[in-house]
């Protein structure tokens, strides 16, 4: 195959912390820095922009006429700057902090540290995403790891330096440390989440460098068949390419591309029903979107969307379809900053059952999303009590709903139904 992924050399399969350091990594593309940090008084909410939906129902959805009371448990706490928590087959958590820690979270709360991670891992933009166990992790104890690593001879005054990879590991028989770290792919991308499909492939999110002082229009690399920014990426477990991918043996396109044209992907699930991935965005200001991305479909950022540029300006004149562009499930404008998502499927919240939760940090909520044929019919946020950032969620082996909330000192959270 013809420059394929821009993968490690020699099918990736560097061992180790050395492997964590990625010395064979190709620096991918990066804006230059912000000159003068972000201006005074800008603002990532927008300022009376709505833009009109495709359907009813695409926004703004009503609440449920049916609630259901909860109440809340905390599970632990301590944590720090967690980007994304796990569940463990027998009920623990492995959660993945920004600054390059592994936690283990026991079922008595207790927090451990696993090892095998550089100390200074965050440092110039490196950072931890993703600890995920295999599907069969109580037979292989394999792990998924994703996290930004500086590439060997990157540019560092450059933004966001760091670029972000997959890699397996071996969780070690104590719990206390992984070996055999393997990178399988680099995403190229600023940051990531990775979810096991049904039939055992990884499916990774990689997000499009972002932000203050760089106009959408300016980085196109999401429409882009020869990277992988702004695309979800499908690979094996081992790190090669499926070849049922729709892009496999087309001249000029990376064979792992599985969907593009997406900017800010901080939550991804499968559907119990369907087995269809599902992921949540960020837009600039406005347009956070959950996106339910089917096989070889473009989802159309920059060239559509519904926010702004954070200058405040259209992206690409307002525009918001186009034929050949996939149209997203549900947005939200103003920015609720979506993170972690996760279906519900269990029997202690029946009238939750099928439902999808996504994990609000602006607005301080638990966003419950009821579906109908594919289509959000009803939206109640919960947890407002708290008046805490919510970074992810997650159905427990119990039919318990978890969650986890953002920032120093996080906690997991355990919701069940109010006696």
């Known amino acids: 195959m013809k420059k394929t992924l821009m993968l490690v050399a020699v099918s990736c399969l560097l061992t180790g912390t050395a492997a964590l350091h990625a010395q064979n990594l190709k620096p991918a593309p990066r804006p230059p820095a912000l000159a003068g940090g972000i201006p005074a008084g800008e603002s990532a909410a927008p300022d009376g922009y709505a833009p009109l939906p495709m359907w009813l129902g695409q926004t703004r959805a009503p609440r449920p006429a049916k609630t259901s009371e909860y109440a809340v448990e905390v599970v632990a706490e301590g944590l720090n700057g967690a980007f994304s928590f796990n569940l463990l087959p027998d009920g623990r958590m492995l959660a993945a902090e920004r600054s390059g820690h592994i936690r283990l979270i026991g079922k008595d709360g207790k927090i451990s540290e696993i090892e095998g991670l550089p100390a200074n891992m965050y440092t110039k933009g490196q950072g931890l995403y993703e600890v995920r166990p295999d599907k069969a992790f109580d037979k292989n104890r394999t792990l998924y790891l994703v996290y930004a690593v500086l590439p060997e001879g990157a540019n560092e005054a450059l933004r966001s330096p760091a670029v972000v990879v997959v890699s397996s590991a071996t969780l070690s028989a104590d719990d206390k440390r992984i070996d055999n770290v393997k990178i399988l792919l680099n995403t190229e991308g600023t940051t990531g989440r990775m979810v096991q499909a049904p039939d055992g492939t990884l499916m990774v999110t990689s997000s499009v460098p972002a932000g203050y002082g760089l106009p959408a229009g300016d980085w196109m690399y999401p429409q882009q068949l020869d990277s992988n920014m702004g695309k979800v990426l499908r690979i094996n477990a081992d790190g090669s390419i499926p070849k049922d991918n729709p892009f496999v043996g087309k001249a000029g396109a990376h064979p792992e591309i599985y969907a593009l ?53 259209p992206i690409n004149n307002d525009k918001t379809a186009q034929d050949g562009m996939e149209q997203p499930v549900y947005f939200w404008t103003p920015d609720i900053a979506p993170a972690g998502i996760a279906f519900y499927d269990g029997k202690l919240f029946p009238d939750w059952r099928d439902n999808l939760f996504v994990a609000e940090l602006v607005g301080k909520s638990l966003v419950r999303l009821m579906l109908k044929d594919g289509h959000v019919v009803a939206e109640e946020r919960l947890l407002t009590e708290l008046n805490a950032r919510i970074r992810g969620v997650n159905q427990g082996p119990d039919g318990a709903l978890y969650v986890m909330t953002d920032g120093a000192g996080a906690k997991i959270l355990r919701l069940t139904p109010k006696k």
Do not use: C
Request: without cysteine; hydrophobic residues 25%; positive net charge.
């Open 261 to 313: 044209g997406f900017r800010d992907m901080q939550g991804v699930a499968i559907e119990p029903k369907t087995g269809k991935l599902w992921t949540s965005e960020h837009g600039p200001r406005g347009g956070d979107e959950v996106n339910a991305v089917e096989k070889g479909k473009n989802y159309g950022y920059p060239v559509i969307g519904y926010g702004r540029d954070y200058s405040g300006k």
